[in-house]
C-alpha cells in the first residue's frame, strides 16, 4: 500500500460530477430511507409483490442489487475493449471504444479490489478525487467513473473503472521505439507541457509522486498529459507548524530523488521536479539515467551523478533519518554536465538539467523558474509535434513496448561508443552484473 496510515486525510469538497457508490445497498427492511433508485421502467425487487416494509428473500436481495442503478455511475458495458494498453501496479488499462457514438475512444483503468475488504479502495477514492479538482490540457482527462454490473457469475463483486480520454502514447513507448526522433525543437515542446502540467499540479497543492516516463502521455496531436495520480496527495507547507509526516516510499527508484531516499516525510514539489530532469535526460538518452537495484544502490548512482551528499552543499542532510544509515560515497565530484555532454549537446539543455538534477531539494528549480529558463526562449523555439507523430499511425505504449536496454548510460570511459537504442533488450548478463555496470 502506497500510504501510510499516518497520512493525513485529503480535505476536498466532493464535486458532484463524478459520485462513486462501493456497493449498492438492499433497502432496509423497515422502513428507513433509500440510497439508491431501482432503475425506472425495470423489474427491481420494489416492485411487484414486494412492499417497502417486508423482509427480503434471498432472490429479492439479489435482484435488487443486479438491478441497482448506480445514479452517476453508467455501466462499464457501454464502452467495447478494444486492447489492453497497461498493466500497472493497481490494475489493468483497457482502450475502449463507446458503443453508441462508436467514435469516442476512452481508457478504461480497472480498479484493483482484490484485497479489499473495507469496500471502495482508499487509493482509487483518492486518484479519483485528484483527478476531479485537477482540469488542464496538460493533465490527463477523467471522464467518468464506471462499473460492471453485480450479478450471480461474478459473485455480485463490482469492477469499477476509471474512464479518460484517450491518448494514442505513452512517453516510455515512444522512446523505446528508434524510429521516434524528437527534433531539439520538439524536446522542448515535451518538457514545456510536462513542466506546465507540474506547474498547475503545484498550484492546486498537489502533489504526483510517481514522475516517470510511463506516466507521461501524448496526444497524436501532440499534446503532453500528465496521467497516473494513483500515487499523489495533497500537500500543504508546514511554516509554523510540526512537520509534515507524509511517506517516503513513493515515486519508482529510477525516478526517486535524494531526499526521499535519505526518509524524508517533509517534502514537497521538488520530488517531481526531480523526476522531470531524469525524464528530461531520457529524452536524448531513451533510457532511464539511473537504474538502480536497491535504494542504496540508487544513492549511489546519485552521488556517481550528482557528487558527494554532504552538508556542505545540502544543509541539514545530515539531520534526514536516513543520512548515517545509508552508505554515501565521499569524494564524489558533481559530474552533471559533463556526462551528459555527450548525449545533450545544447548547453541550454545541459543547464537546465543540472538545475534540475540539484540535490538539496531547496535549491532545485521549480517548473515556474524552469519554464523561464533560456533553454524555452532561445532558437530552435518549441515545436509542434504533431508532424513527426503523423509518421506512426501505431499506438506506443510501455505495456507493448519491448523492455528498454538498462543502463544506456554507459561508464564514463565506455562513453564514446555511440549505442544503438535498437538493442533496446536487456540481457541477463547485463542485469546480473549489476548497477555498476549501468553507471555511465
Ligand atoms: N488516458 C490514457 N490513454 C492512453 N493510455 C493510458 C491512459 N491512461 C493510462 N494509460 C496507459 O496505461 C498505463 C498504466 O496506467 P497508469 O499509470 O495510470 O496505471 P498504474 O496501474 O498506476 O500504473 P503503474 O503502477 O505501473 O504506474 C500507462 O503507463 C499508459 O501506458
Ligand atoms: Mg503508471
Redesign the pocket.
Known amino acids: 500500500m502506497p500510504f501510510n496510515s499516518d497520512e493525513p486525510k485529503p480535505s476536498f469538497q466532493p464535486s458532484n460530477k463524478v459520485k462513486v457508490m462501493s456497493k449498492p445497498m438492499p433497502p432496509p427492511s423497515r422502513g428507513g430511507s433509500y440510497m439508491g433508485q431501482p432503475r425506472s421502467g425495470g423489474t427491481s425487487g420494489m416492485e411487484g409483490s414486494m412492499s417497502v416494509n417486508s423482509i427480503m428473500t434471498t432472490k429479492e436481495k439479489q435482484k435488487y442489487i443486479e438491478d441497482y442503478n448506480f445514479q452517476y455511475c453508467d455501466e462499464a458495458s457501454k464502452y467495447e475493449k478494444i486492447a489492453k494498453?497497461?498493466?500497472?501496479?493497481?490494475?489493468e488499462?483497457f482502450?475502449a471504444k463507446d458503443r453508441k457514438t462508436q467514435k469516442k475512444i476512452?481508457?478504461m483503468?480497472k480498479v484493483l479490489m482484490d484485497n479489499e475488504k473495507e469496500g471502495f479502495p482508499i487509493t482509487a477514492l483518492r486518484e479519483i478525487k485528484i483527478l476531479q479538482l485537477l482540469k488542464h490540457e496538460n493533465v490527463?482527462n477523467l471522464l467518468e467513473i464506471c462499473r460492471t454490473k453485480a450479478t450471480l457469475s461474478n459473485r455480485y463483486k463490482t469492477t469499477f473503472y476509471l474512464v479518460?480520454?484517450?491518448?494514442?502514447h505513452?512517453l516510455?513507448?515512444l522512446l523505446s521505439n528508434i524510429n521516434v526522433k524528437f527534433s531539439l525543437g520538439e524536446i522542448k515542446k515535451v518538457m514545456q507541457q510536462l513542466l506546465n502540467g507540474l506547474y498547475y499540479i503545484h498550484s492546486n497543492k498537489i502533489l504526483h509522486r510517481?514522475m516517470?516516463a510511463?506516466?507521461v502521455?501524448i496526444t497524436k496531436t501532440g499534446i503532453l498529459?500528465l496521467?497516473?495520480f494513483?500515487l499523489a496527495r495533497p500537500f500543504s507547507f508546514s511554516k509554523n507548524s510540526a512537520p509534515n509526516r507524509y511517506t517516503n516510499r513513493v515515486v519508482?527508484l529510477w525516478y526517486r530523488p535524494p531526499e526521499l531516499l535519505l526518509g524524508d516525510r517533509n517534502y514537497g514539489p521538488p520530488v517531481d521536479l526531480w523526476g522531470a530532469g531524469c525524464i528530461m535526460a531520457e529524452m536524448w538518452t531513451r533510457s532511464p539515467i539511473m537504474q538502480g537495484n536497491t535504494e542504496q544502490q540508487q544513492l549511489t548512482l546519485i552521488s556517481q551523478l550528482c557528487g558527494s551528499i554532504t552538508p556542505e552543499v545540502w544543509p541539514g542532510v545530515d539531520s534526514l533519518e536516513l543520512y548515517t544509515k545509508m552508505e554515501l560515497p565521499r569524494d564524489q565530484k558533481r559530474k552533471v554536465k559533463e556526462r551528459l555532454k555527450p548525449y545533450v549537446k545544447d548547453p541550454f539543455a545541459c543547464d537546465l538539467l543540472d538545475k534540475l538534477l540539484v540535490l538539496d531539494p531547496s535549491k532545485r528549480a521549480d517548473s515556474d523558474s524552469a519554464l523561464n529558463h533560456d533553454f524555452f526562449w532561445t532558437d530552435p523555439m518549441p515545436c509542434d509535434l504533431s508532424k513527426m507523430l503523423a509518421q506512426h499511425t501505431q499506438s506506443m505504449?510501455?505495456?507493448l513496448a519491448p523492455p528498454r536496454r538498462p543502463g544506456h548510460m554507459r561508464p564514463h570511459h565506455q562513453q564514446a561508443a555511440v549505442i544503438n537504442p535498437t538493442a533496446a533488450r536487456a540481457t541477463t548478463s547485463s542485469v546480473e552484473s549489476g548497477y555498476q555496470d549501468r553507471v555511465f
Open positions: 494498453i497497461g498493466q500497472g501496479t493497481f490494475g488499462v482502450k476512452v481508457a483503468k490527463v479518460f480520454d484517450f491518448c494514442e505513452d516510455a513507448g510517481d516517470k510511463a506516466n502521455l498529459k496521467a497516473d494513483g519508482t505504449f510501455e505495456y
